[in-house]
Nanobody
Framework: QVQLVESGGGLAQAGGSLRLSCAASTRTFSNYAMGWFRQAPGKEREFVAAISWNGGSTYYADSVKGRFTISRDNAKNTYLQMNLLKPEDTAAYYC???????????????WGQGTQVTVSS
């Protein structure tokens, strides 16, 4: 069982930045690829970014490429640095863990409870 706890959400102005963190409670963190997803009201949960088990590979949705950066550390944390925020980035953001390789769908094994990001224009 893996527990994931997100933090760092909040209110930002358009053009601003936020950094989301996801803390994992597992002794085998390196076995998992990590992903960030988001879900706006009335919309389906969508892929934002993912990182491989060793941090060697990263992938981004086209909508955030060049603005968001995913990273992970040996202390079982995964981060999403969000720059040049836009009002359309407003959503609840979720981190997720998956055994094995990166996945761009919601086929992840464990999910956090989510953290709200609101971007004002």
């Amino acid at each position: 069982q893996v527990q994931l706890v997100e933090s760092g959400g909040g209110l930002a102005q358009a053009g601003g930045s936020l950094r989301l963190s996801c803390a994992a409670s597992t002794r085998t963190f390196s076995n998992y690829a990590m992903g960030w997803f988001r879900q706006a009201p009335g919309k389906e949960r969508e892929f934002v970014a993912a990182i491989s088990w060793n941090g060697g590979s990263t992938y981004y949705a086209d909508s955030v490429k060049g603005r968001f950066t995913i990273s992970r550390d040996n202390a079982k944390n995964t981060y999403l640095q969000m720059n040049l925020l836009k009002p359309e980035d407003t959503a609840a953001y979720y981190c997720a863990a998956r055994r094995g390789g990166i996945e761009f769908t919601t086929a992840y094994d464990y999910w956090g409870q989510g953290t709200q990001v609101t971007v004002s224009s």
